[in-house]
T-cell receptor, first 115, second 112 residues
Framework: DAGVIQSPRHEVTEMGQEVTLRCKPI?????LFWYRQTMMRGLELLIY????????DSGMPEDRFSAKMPNASFSTLKIQPSEPRDSAVYFC?????????????FGEGSRLTVL | AQSVTQLGSHVSVSEGALVLLRCNYS??????LFWYVQYPNQGLQLLLK??????LVKGINGFEAEFKKSETSFHLTKPSAHMSDAAEYFC??????????FGTGTRLQVFP
């Protein structure tokens, strides 16, 4: 079975450019999460969706960040304009609503470098 | 609000030695607790989870963790470390919602 698929794996861009990160969750999973990982702040939950609806976006750092989930098999995280402090690894994860498992399945991450 | 604290950002052990990674949690409700492992340049994967059944939980690769309510702890152990255990380990808590709140991680080094 395919896991969570993220693209691109690596992105290098210049300050001020728009960045779009993409995620395809595991088929049948109805919750999707975007996390950011940095050395300084560790793993931060940015936003999560349930059944394609954003449930909690309190972790989104600024208005420069936006996330969408137009359907059950695709989500995007956009940063516009990007800044050097946005450099991090961005992880997408998905899970099923079944609370008896409570397991998140992570993609391999998108490493973003903003120069 | 739920939170976890991992004591020690780095732990070093010799191959064959006991591994002990510490995690304390704070939760207003009986928590679900998790340990995840992250190998270099990879995403996180689940090692084990506690969901209010047995307090001693066994996971993959010989790891186990014990839920101790009186100590609000969920420490991860492995009797004998292997070189392949070198990775970063994250404790996490949820409160029956979909959200997982992660600790800051502990990097485990294993020396031959």
């Amino acid at each position: 079975d395919a896991g969570v698929i993220q693209s691109p794996r690596h992105e290098v861009t210049e300050m001020g450019q728009e960045v779009t990160l993409r995620c395809k969750p595991i088929s049948g999973h109805n919750s999707l999460f975007w996390y950011r990982q940095t050395m300084m702040r560790g793993l931060e939950l940015l936003i999560y969706f349930n059944n394609n609806v954003p449930i909690d976006d309190s972790g989104m750092p600024e208005d420069r960040f936006s996330a969408k989930m137009p359907n059950a098999s695709f989500s995007t995280l956009k940063i516009q304009p990007s800044e050097p402090r946005d450099s991090a690894v961005y992880f997408c994860a998905s899970s099923s609503r079944d609370r008896s498992t409570g397991e998140l399945f992570f993609g391999e991450g998108s490493r973003l470098t903003v120069l | 609000a739920q939170s976890v604290t991992q004591l020690g950002s780095h732990v070093s052990v010799s191959e064959g030695a006991l591994v002990l990674l510490r995690c304390n949690y704070s939760s207003s409700v009986p928590p679900y607790l998790f340990w995840y492992v992250q190998y270099p340049n990879q995403g996180l994967q689940l090692l084990l989870k506690y969901t209010s059944a047995a307090t001693l939980v066994k996971g993959i690769n010989g790891f186990e963790a014990e839920f101790k309510k009186s100590e609000t702890s969920f420490h991860l152990t492995k009797p004998s470390a292997h070189m392949s255990d070198a990775a970063e380990y994250f404790c996490a808590v949820s409160d029956y919602t979909d959200k997982l709140i992660f600790g800051t991680g502990t990097r485990l080094q294993v020396f031959p």
